[in-house]
């Protein structure tokens, strides 16, 4: 595959190439050593999943964002926000993990919504690390108990997933034997399944497209990446051919926002990016349309090399704002008990974009008319407007 074009040529890239090189290996040292480096990987997951959703057009606030995470919607949210959430989590499930995981077998079964599928694939034959490893599944487990712990609503959540596997199946022409209708046993077969392991059957004509093979243009994507481990190229360069094969191959119907993550776990793979997860979706969404989506693949090279130089940019300036930050709160503990809850509101204010009342009081454990005594404290500039909640956040 050659990506030399008659107006560009492939020298070309190397300015570029050269500039995000440098800036992602300045940020990823700063990040290393920062002190809130924890704050900061979370506020750049929260922008990369808000910026994932831009780029396919949608628009998301960050702060409703931050309150869905946090189980305190003030409205019911829409299908974009529950897009950028699955993002959200992607994110942090893929950071959780070894710098391998992501591009593993289980790992893409995992990512994909598919991990309860034990049999192999197209996508994964062959590849190594097929098994996960005592680490993997650890970290595995603690994020599951996590989400069921903070899954409040989950029991009523399966009950609508097994109305919902119910009916697709009755769409697709599944006959049902007659049951009572307040009667205990409501579909058993039904009630472990869900909807992700009915689309693939039932409502694929509705949903999907049947030629689209998933699986094998997911290992035609693999096998390119492949393929760039044995040639001897940067890091950075083989990151950015990924992205454009991604683009070219497109493996995914419905998460194609994948791709950006899986090419952020590819730079972490390869040691080019280890303390965080790159936010590739912050960078490209600074770079033009018309250059992401250039018939020339040079110029969509140039294209990506440009999104990842513009999120390492703003990451360094980004971490700079929150050192500063950090230190001028911090000026604020002096002559305080050492059971002050003010510290811990700190670390909540550098690791959210917003917190509000009731977010600081779950948190913290404490009331929320002692959260509204800490942020008065603490002298954090109040970021919502008139006729929303309150929030408060750094500018």
Request: charged letters at 25%; glycine letters at 8%.
């Amino acid at each position: 595959m050659t990506y030399e074009t008659a107006d560009l040529p492939l020298s070309s890239l190397i300015g570029p190439l050269a500039r995000a090189d440098d800036l992602l290996a300045r940020l990823d040292e700063r990040v290393h050593r920062s002190p809130v480096r924890d704050g900061f990987v979370e506020r750049q997951n929260f922008a990369d999943a808000a910026a994932a959703l831009w780029l396919d057009g949608e628009l998301v606030h960050t702060e409703d964002l931050v309150l869905h995470d946090a189980h305190m919607d003030i409205r019911a949210p829409t299908h974009e926000l529950t897009r950028a959430h699955a993002v959200l989590r992607a994110r942090r499930r893929i950071f959780a993990h070894k710098p391998d995981w992501a591009l593993s077998r289980p790992g893409l079964l995992v990512l994909r919504g598919r991990e309860g599928q034990g049999g192999g694939s197209a996508a994964s034959a062959g590849r190594a690390g097929s098994g996960p490893d005592a680490a993997t599944a650890a970290a595995d487990s603690a994020y599951a108990d996590d989400t069921d712990q903070a899954d409040a609503l989950s029991e009523e959540l399966a009950e609508i997933d097994a109305v919902l596997a119910r009916s697709s199946r009755l769409l697709a022409g599944e006959k049902f034997a007659a049951r009572a209708p307040d009667g205990e046993d409501v579909d058993t077969a039904g009630q472990g399944a869900t909807m992700r392991g009915a689309w693939p059957n039932s409502l694929g004509p509705l949903i999907r497209d049947l030629d689209w093979d998933e699986d094998q243009r997911l290992a035609d994507w693999l096998a390119a990446v492949d393929g760039l481990r044995g040639e001897n190229m940067p890091a950075v360069l083989a990151a950015a051919i990924a992205w454009e094969a991604w683009q070219d191959i497109e493996p995914l119907q419905h998460q194609h926002w994948l791709g950006n993550l899986l090419v952020a776990a590819l730079l972490r793979q390869t040691g080019k990016v280890g303390s965080h997860l790159c936010c590739l979706n912050a960078g490209l969404r600074i770079v033009p349309r018309e250059r992401r989506k250039n018939p020339a693949r040079t110029i969509r090279l140039l294209a990506v090399l440009d999104g990842f130089a513009e999120a390492a940019s703003a990451g360094l300036k980004e971490l700079d704002r929150l050192a500063l930050a950090k230190s001028q709160m911090e000026r604020r503990l002096r002559n305080r008990r050492k059971s002050s809850s003010l510290p811990a509101l700190i670390e909540l204010v550098l690791a959210r974009p917003v917190v509000s009342a009731g977010l600081i009081a779950a948190e913290l454990k404490i009331s929320q008319r002692a959260a509204l005594g800490l942020v008065g404290e603490l002298g954090i500039r109040e970021v919502t407007g008139r006729g929303r909640y309150r929030a408060w956040g750094l500018l």
